[in-house]
């Protein structure tokens, strides 16, 4: 029997060192860090030179959040903002951040552009006219018979001043000049610098370099205490957006979720930030420093002063979309009415 016993104790051994360590089920964590990670979703993003419309943007590239997404901005394009959405409604592009209007003026014409995220709680448009004028121009009243610049037809630049105008008691088709300066900030200046225009529908950064400059003076800020609702009917309204269509928000539903992510993280720090850290930030990354060329540190940190108040959290407002779709309806810049839930796709940014 002890013989028996040391035989099988000798083989159940040489049994255990043949067939090696007893294999493990691999940790979770293993798992997760053998996984790879699947390759970036390449996008392109469109926009104008408008720093209230690209601020979050700007930080997303200077904080590589679009890289935290698995993102790759492959072109952010800046242009003339009639013609990107024309690009857009054609699916030449995807995303692009978009003044109110653009989304009912598509929609009305089959396109069904919706907005995803809000980034500016605030209407951004003022009037800057050139310096000569200040002793002539004193309210908007009087600017019959002058020549004003904005971008291109249908545009938030064209939108508000057909506001203002009509606020004025002025006849945008009668009493002054509207003429189309395009996408181009450098186009704006000189316009107004050499007296092509007599004054401009005006936004960042181009309205804080002219009058840095003495080119231009202040006719109306609609930063300036009271002037929103005087001009809007409200001290706030759903301004700007990133937009995309319902082809993309139908297949590329993650995608769209991760561009949101960007610009609510944008949004984030740019309310938790004073102008000054912000304007440190994007000076220090020579891809989101490219769009203030020609202004130095200060006037960067100025700019971004001036326009601050206007970035929320990103949600979407009942109340915003009112303000600017009655605005949209009063003045005539559309040819009917949507709804909110035409005009928004709140899965991702929510609704308040």
């Known amino acids: 029997m002890r013989r028996l016993f040391v035989a099988l104790l000798v083989t159940a051994i040489a049994f255990v060192a043949c067939a090696g360590p007893v294999a493990t089920s691999p940790s979770p964590t293993a798992s997760a860090q053998a996984t790879p990670k699947p390759p970036k979703d390449k996008v392109t ?8 419309l690209n601020l979050p943007t700007l930080v997303a590239i200077a904080k590589d959040y679009f890289g935290e997404e698995n993102i790759e901005l ?3 394009v800046i242009g003339s903002s009639g013609t990107l ?8 592009y995807d995303f692009g951040l978009y003044a109110f209007v653009h989304i009912p003026i598509a929609r009305l014409a089959g396109s069904p552009f919706k907005s995803v995220i809000e980034l500016h709680d605030q209407e951004i448009f003022g009037i800057v006219v050139r310096t000569q004028l200040r002793d002539q121009v004193k309210a908007v009243k009087d600017l019959k018979g002058k020549k004003i610049g904005f971008t291109t037809p249908g545009s938030g630049t064209w939108a508000l001043g057909n506001v203002y105008l009509k606020k004025a008691g002025l006849d945008p088709d009668k009493d002054v000049e509207l003429v189309s300066l395009g996408g181009d900030n450098a186009v704006f ?15 960042e950064p181009i309205a804080e370099r002219v009058i840095a400059d003495n080119v231009g003076y202040f006719l109306l800020d609609i930063y300036a205490s009271g002037q929103h609702r005087d001009q809007i009917g409200s001290d706030k309204a759903a301004a700007l957006h990133l937009v995309t269509r319902e082809d993309v928000l139908a297949t590329k539903p993650d995608l769209v979720k991760r561009m949101v992510n960007v610009q609510k993280k944008g949004l984030d720090f740019i309310r938790g930030n004073s102008a000054s850290a912000i304007a ?4 220090g990354n020579t891809t989101s420093a490219a769009q203030f060329q020609g202004l130095d540190r200060s006037l960067v940190t100025k700019v971004i ?4 108040s206007g970035f929320g959290t990103g949600c979407i407002s009942r109340s915003g979309f009112d303000t600017e779709m009655k605005i949209s309806m009063d003045y005539k810049l559309v040819s009917g009415p949507i709804t909110f839930e035409q005009f928004a796709e709140t ?6």
């Open 85 to 92: 959405r024309q690009a857009m409604i054609a699916k030449q």
């Open 280 to 283: 440190d930030l994007i000076m």
């Open 74 to 76: 492959g072109d952010f």
């Open 45 to 52: 993003l469109t926009g104008i030179n408008s720093t209230e």
């Open 189 to 203: 200046y000189t316009a107004l610098q050499s007296g092509r225009v007599d004054a401009i529908v005006s936004f």
């Open 305 to 308: 002063d001036h326009i601050k």
């Open 347 to 352: 899965t991702f940014a929510g609704a308040c």
